[in-house]
């Protein structure tokens, strides 16, 4: 079993004493939060954008709350975590407006900000001379979005309104995609196994809860029994949850797995866990699959077969996407929708079985830092299951 990377840190946002900038912030934090801890508040502009060497520079242009000796913020992306950086420095651009909240412990100083609608985290080291000053930005931020999530010249004017008493801070509610099944006859549904292991796919799957005119609901449950199947339109098998190290399905859940695809469902499978010596059973399939153990890797080359697997709703690239261990040894009744490792291994497929299908994929959805990549292919996935199901 390889090591998992701990990334529920219980934690204060980076404005509290108590952060650690290379964690993510996966408690739900309120503005008021934000601002009540935050010893400055810093409204700025995007100056400089170095796409070669990765830098940006920030022109301060107010002081919404505190004082802050700083006229310029000094910002190094290669110091981020994966490729945070190379992403990040996309959504930067000359002339955009920056939100920096930031607390100052002695010399250290721990930070957010919000560009272009994104948040990220940085932190740095305070010295009397601020232009010797560089803030070491170390991730995108992926769940702050449910403390605020648009714009950033809508988020200045709500601050401003918010630390002008003209307003109380927004309070997201939750995502109705997150009460599951409660929803009308002809909404399609979503049960999603996940949490015996990992714990990461569900609050990104939930998010897609309009496709096309489907109404699209989701259920998680930890139980591989799956009591609740035989209401559930798809089944979304997630990280660890048929092979983590060792095969966990019994004869009995392989038959109700079948018996899905059978009657007319699907099942999108996103990894397996294998090792050298135990590679994954495939019982649950009625075809023979190999699942085995690789190298993580980012490179696949779609088929003809993939049609708006890799464009709809997100274009996405080789390169673009976390694989991990893979599935090989197909026969010819399987579609193969990409390939990796130089054809040697499934990146994609699809079974197509009785009245339903199969979609088996080798995308590691483990972290958090996993899922802020493969989120648009999980968003694809559920695009590409609900147009198969609308054309049956």
Not at 109 to 128: A, E, M, R
Not at 134 to 157: A, S, V
Not at 234 to 250: A, K, P
Request: glycine letters at 8%; hydrophobic letters at 35%.
């Amino acid at each position: 079993m390889r090591p998992k990377t701990t990334l529920y840190t219980i934690i204060a946002l980076l404005c509290l004493s108590s952060f650690q900038t290379q964690a993510f912030i996966e408690r739900r934090y309120t503005l008021k939060e934000v601002i009540n801890e935050c010893t400055n508040i810093l409204f700025g502009t995007v100056t400089s954008v170095n796409q070669k060497r990765l830098t940006a520079k920030v022109k301060v242009e107010e002081n919404l709350k505190g004082k802050s000796d700083f006229q310029e913020i000094k910002i190094r992306l290669d110091t981020g975590q994966g490729n945070f950086p190379q992403k990040m420095i996309k959504k930067l651009e000359v002339g955009l407006p920056i939100i920096i909240f930031y607390a100052k412990h002695g010399t250290a100083i721990d930070s957010i900000g919000h560009v272009n609608g994104t948040w990220f985290q940085s932190k740095t080291q305070d010295l009397p001379d601020k232009n010797r000053v560089w803030w070491y930005f170390t991730h995108i931020e992926i769940y702050m979005h449910r403390t605020f999530n648009g714009t950033t010249p809508d988020f200045q004017t709500h601050l401003r309104d918010v630390l002008g008493g003209k307003t109380k801070p927004v309070v997201p509610k939750t995502p109705k995609a997150q009460q599951p099944y409660q929803a009308s006859e002809d909404s399609l549904r979503v049960l999603v196994l996940t949490g015996n292991h990992y714990d990461v796919e569900f609050p990104a799957l939930s998010h897609f809860d309009q496709i096309g005119k489907h109404r699209v609901v989701y259920q998680k449950t930890k139980d591989r029994g799956l009591p609740e199947l035989g209401k559930a339109d798809i089944l979304w098998i997630g990280g660890g949850e048929i092979c983590e190290s060792n095969y966990v399905l019994t004869t009995y859940q392989e038959k109700r797995i079948k018996a899905f695809v059978k009657s007319g469902g699907i099942v999108i499978v996103s990894e397996q866990d294998s090792d050298d010596d135990r590679p994954c059973d495939t019982g649950w399939l009625p075809e023979p699959l190999k699942g085995v153990d690789r190298w993580g890797r980012s490179d696949f080359q779609p088929t003809r077969a993939a049609g708006t697997l890799f464009t709809k709703p997100n274009e996405i690239k080789s390169g673009e996407v976390f694989i991990d261990d893979a599935w090989t040894g197909w026969t010819d009744k399987y579609t193969i929708l990409a390939t990796t490792n130089s054809g040697k291994d499934i990146a994609a497929g699809m079974l197509k079985y009785g009245k339903g299908m199969y979609l088996i994929t080798s995308f590691q959805n483990e972290t958090s830092a996993n899922i802020f990549v493969n989120r648009p292919m999980m968003e694809n996935l559920i695009h590409f299951a609900v147009g198969w199901l609308s054309n049956q």
